[in-house]
């Protein structure tokens, strides 16, 4: 009995042990250094960059024409939130003409945290369920087509 007790908890102590062991993933990529260094500053176009270096990760939204090829190793322990080990980033710019003016590397080291408002602002009137809301769309059911009456004044509209 005492055996099979053991046995069962031991079980349970690696299965946990398993579970609570960190899961290394690898996103992105960056191109190859030997294409990256081909690439010349003033002769080559957005043509010959995605052809050495492939499709980019991302643009640039706002501004000047980047792309951005970008890599980052993360660990995540169970259900916790991944923890950053490593990021690289690598941007290629380009001017009006789509010819690269400049390449530039960023590390983990050159990233910026970023503190997102967690308020809400409030709506008016009130938040009603999806009960309300069905019961509300019904026929017959609006508010317009109820009328209050008013005991006091003979059973008649209220005023």
């Known amino acids: 009995m005492k055996s099979v007790l053991l046995k069962v908890i031991g079980g349970v102590a690696i299965t946990l042990l398993i579970a609570c062991a960190p899961v290394i993933s690898q996103r ?3 191109p190859d250094p030997t294409n990256e260094s081909a690439i ?10 995605q052809s050495r270096l492939g499709y980019a990760s991302t643009t640039a939204t706002f501004g000047n ?13 169970a259900f ?20 690269v003016t400049g ?14 408002e967690s308020r809400e602002t409030p709506a008016r009137g009130r938040e009603t369920t999806f009960l309300q809301e069905l019961l509300k769309a019904t026929p017959g059911s609006s508010a317009t087509n109820i009328q209050e009456t008013n005991p006091g004044n ?3 509209p209220v005023p």
Do not use: C
Request: no cysteine.
């Open 28 to 30: 992105g990529y960056l």
């Open 40 to 49: 010349k500053t003033g002769a080559d176009s957005k043509t010959s960059v």
């Open 65 to 77: 024409d980047t792309w951005y090829y970008i890599s980052a190793t993360e660990k995540q322990v």
């Open 80 to 99: 916790f939130t991944p923890t950053v080990l490593k990021r690289q980033i690598l941007a290629v710019y380009f001017d009006k003409d789509n010819k």
């Open 103 to 116: 390449i530039r590397h960023y590390g983990l080291k050159d990233g910026h945290v970023i503190a997102f």
């Open 154 to 156: 003979g059973g008649g």
